[in-house]
């Protein structure tokens, strides 16, 4: 397996367009990203769900993902589904986001995501985003739009469990979903993981690379 390192991200950009997206599809990493650096700034912005069960139950979730973190967390109003109708408030979001912040590693939805959403969202981030590190993540549910992933970060077993129990610990209004459970979490993770030898790990897309191999 060809390994890259990105060098140790001591600030990092997540951003979802529903609450629970960002955990669902970089959970395990946020864990394995905090768990080795601690103090790592997260800036995190959610563009629906705020001021209600949803914002409180992605507060509490994004702690729990990002242990021993400086997380600063942002959740707005959009109507869930709507993004394209709200470009501009999305896309003024996301600049004001930039305006702010100075990240080694920004986390994402993936430009192919199947979800209206999702995909604006991705969209929106490399005209904000230039010249970062943007891994677009995954998200499983209905739709059967998984393609083939370009970068894997591994997870130890115990990661990807403590991702499992959180998800459902931490996002009960979720749980009537039929795609929102253990088995499907723990199967893509150990699909994922048979990709890049290792366990369990996430998959994520990257539609720009700068190599350095000079150094």
Same mark, same amino acid.
């Given at each position: 397996m060809i390994r890259l390192r990105a060098g140790r991200p001591e600030? #990092? @950009?997540? @951003?979802?367009?529903?609450?629970?997206?960002?955990?669902? $599809?970089? %959970?395990?990493?946020? !864990?394995?990203?905090? %768990?080795?650096?601690? $103090?790592?700034? #997260?800036?995190?912005? #959610?563009?629906?769900?705020?001021?209600? +069960?949803? +914002?409180? +139950? +992605?507060?509490?979730?994004?702690?729990?993902?990002?242990? $021993?973190?400086?997380?600063?967390?942002? @959740? !707005?109003?959009?109507?869930? $589904?709507?993004?394209?109708a709200h470009w501009d408030e999305a896309k003024a979001a996301v600049e004001e986001l930039g305006a702010r912040t100075r990240p080694d590693l920004v986390l994402a939805p993936r430009t192919e995501d199947a979800h209206q959403d999702h995909r604006g969202l991705a969209r929106l981030m490399p005209t904000v985003f230039r010249d970062h590190l943007v891994l677009g993540y995954e998200i499983v549910k209905w739709d059967g739009d998984l393609g083939r992933p370009v970068a894997y970060q591994p997870l130890e077993p115990e990661v990807a469990d403590r991702k499992v129990r959180l998800l459902q610990e931490h996002y009960p209004s979720q749980g009537h979903r039929p795609w929102f459970d253990r088995e499907a979490f723990l199967g893509l993770a150990r699909i994922r993981g048979i990709e890049c030898h290792a366990r369990y790990a996430e998959a994520f897309a990257v539609t720009k690379l700068t190599l350095d191999l000079g150094e």
């Open positions: 600030r #990092v @950009v997540a @951003v979802g367009a529903h609450c629970d997206d960002i955990a669902i $599809g970089a %959970g395990g990493t946020l !864990l394995t990203l905090c %768990g080795a650096r601690p $103090g790592l700034r #997260v800036d995190a912005l #959610v563009l629906s769900g705020g001021g209600g +069960e949803r +914002e409180q +139950e +992605e507060r509490a979730a994004l702690d729990a993902f990002c242990p $021993g973190a400086d997380l600063r967390l942002t @959740v !707005l109003k959009l109507p869930d $589904g709507r993004l394209p």
